[in-house]
């Protein structure tokens, strides 16, 4: 019995073995771990070396990949001086980068850009969106204004939509129309485009120097959606701001001008709105300056540069000038300013103390002008270039120096039968001057002038120089009285015997040839026909 119990007594195990626990699964040893390690090692090799052979095929900044991609864009052939990409994040960087109009690679890049930078994602990868693309000291070459709408580029919809497009201090220069010309060149600050390949339209800024006038330019909208058919039919909008702008690069004005606005509508057809001061306005050959206030309204041409001004209005002292017209390329011709000017009532003297040197205006009154302008392009001085012809006419008109007023007295007084001028007496005004006149190159010619003062009418024609205000005017004085009465003396009773023999004027009067010479300041008036 005891021989047969021990036996069927189970044995003790060792005193470093524990005994399992009940309802306790043994642990799994190291040999039953490491298979699934190496199972799940093999997975990620293998999808990393899938990743690899996918990333190695289907990169998107390999130096070919991007060159074709960019020169699809823009149906231009794309060269890369230097070349590398990037891991992290994405992208690539490009340097001495040239755009060529396909076919044509011999004649110069249309578009160089020092560096190129474009930083892209992993998960845009996969989207085809790259977040940034940076091109510093970039220069363009456009074609004259008018040559067409495509530009430089035909530039085509792309797969590819880029987060921001920026251009860091470059150079855009628009060629000239004439042969052997400068281009016309914009010193580009800074500018962005955003969200360049989307269907929704593009947010851009824009800081800029303005060659002629030379002033800062800085402008925000929107642009798009993009119409690759027709450029020109891209919509924009948003506001500008144009600061110091230097008057004294036109040649023959000067001052400082500062305008704000907003612009409209497709690129063809833009619709502008805004305001221009001018605190300090100055015609070269003066000495006077005044403050000049302008509210616009023109339709811009940003195909062709051509400007519409539709309802333009000007002040300066107390004299309003509405202006209208285009400035324009006609026939071929070079680019100039066709305008309509009209004052229906300012002050005379605002408008002499724009061209005189005088420390005052030599005559006042009410002044009215219709008139057409034409000011072409081109180095001459403002005065020169300027043609105008119009008619005007003066109210009131009275002389402001002593000596000049004076001889119109005694003119008067003359006319009138009076051996002396009255003291309170109208005779100071110069009433009803009018005429019409012809500026060009600098000399205003004159044809149908006239005025009046008490006791006299005069018709004359000729000439006023505007560089050396020297004045030569010719034509014929219409007396109330007879010519005998005019003057005393020996004169007076040897025209008595001749009065009968003399031209008369319609009211009875004698009719007498006047000049009128000398210079605008110190005039000489001669009358005397003997």
């Known amino acids: 019995m005891s021989l047969s119990a021990e036996k069927l007594r189970p044995p003790v195990p060792p005193s470093h073995e524990k005994p399992a626990q009940p309802g306790t699964r043994p642990p799994h040893t190291a040999p039953h771990r490491r298979p699934w390690l190496r199972c799940a090692a093999v997975i990620a090799a293998v999808i990393v070396l899938i990743a690899t052979v996918f990333l190695a095929l289907k990169w998107p900044f390999r130096r070919d990949a991007v060159a074709r991609d960019l020169g699809q864009a823009t149906a231009a052939r794309v060269q890369f001086a230097r070349f590398h990409t990037t891991i992290f994040p994405p992208g690539c960087v490009a340097e001495g980068v040239e755009f060529r109009r396909a076919g044509a690679q011999s004649s110069p890049p249309l578009i160089t850009i020092q ?3 474009i930083r892209g994602s992993y998960s845009g990868m996969l989207r085809h969106y790259v977040p940034l693309m940076q091109a510093e000291s970039a220069h363009v070459a456009l074609p004259s204004l008018g040559q067409g709408s495509q530009g430089p580029l035909a530039l085509h919809a792309s797969r590819v939509h880029i987060g921001e497009l920026q251009a860091i201090s470059s150079i855009l220069d628009i060629a000239s129309a004439e042969s052997g010309q400068a281009p016309t060149r914009f010193a580009v600050h800074r500018f962005s485009l955003h969200d360049l390949g989307s269907t929704s339209p593009m947010r851009f800024e824009v800081a800029l120097t303005n060659p002629v006038p030379r002033g800062e330019i800085t402008a925000r909208g929107q642009l798009g959606p993009w119409k690759a058919a027709d450029l020109a039919q891209t919509p924009v909008s948003g506001s500008y701001a144009f600061r110091n702008a230097d008057l004294g690069s036109i040649g023959g004005i000067a001052g400082t001008l500062a305008s704000d606005g907003t612009f409209q509508g497709p690129v063809r057809a833009l619709r502008v709105a805004g305001q221009v001061e001018v605190p300090n306005f100055q015609v070269r050959r003066s000495t006077h300056s005044t403050s000049v206030r302008t509210q616009f309204q023109a339709l811009v041409n940003g195909v062709n540069g051509d400007v519409t001004l539709e309802n333009t209005t000007s002040h300066f002292g107390e004299t309003t000038v509405n202006i209208s017209g285009q400035i324009s390329a006609r026939n071929g011709q070079k680019r100039a300013a066709y305008l309509n000017l009209q004052v229906p009532q300012g002050r005379l003297q605002d408008v002499l103390l724009l061209f005189i040197k005088a420390p005052r205006a030599p005559m006042t009154g009410v002044a009215g002008l219709r008139a057409r302008v034409f000011i072409p392009s081109g180095p001459r001085r403002f005065v020169e270039k300027i043609v105008m012809e119009g008619d005007f006419g003066v109210s009131a008109g009275q002389f402001t120096s002593g000596k000049t007023q004076n001889s119109v007295d005694k003119l008067s007084a003359k006319a009138r039968g009076s051996s002396e001028k009255d003291d309170d007496d109208p005779s100071r005004v110069l009433s009803d001057l009018k005429g019409h006149a012809l500026l060009r190159n600098a000399v ?23 560089e050396s205000e020297r004045v030569n005017l010719h034509g014929t004085l219409l007396l109330e009285q007879k010519l005998s009465k005019t003057t005393s003396g020996v004169k007076s009773v040897l025209l008595k015997a001749l009065d009968p023999f003399l031209k008369k004027s319609k009211s009875g009067g004698a009719k007498m040839p006047v000049q009128i010479t000398g210079t605008y300041s110190h005039p000489h008036y001669s009358t005397d026909p003997i």
């Open 115 to 117: 560096k190129l930078t």
């Open 444 to 466: 205003a010619t004159f044809t149908g002038l006239q005025f009046g003062v008490p006791g006299a009418l005069a018709h004359m024609h000729g000439t006023y120089n505007l």
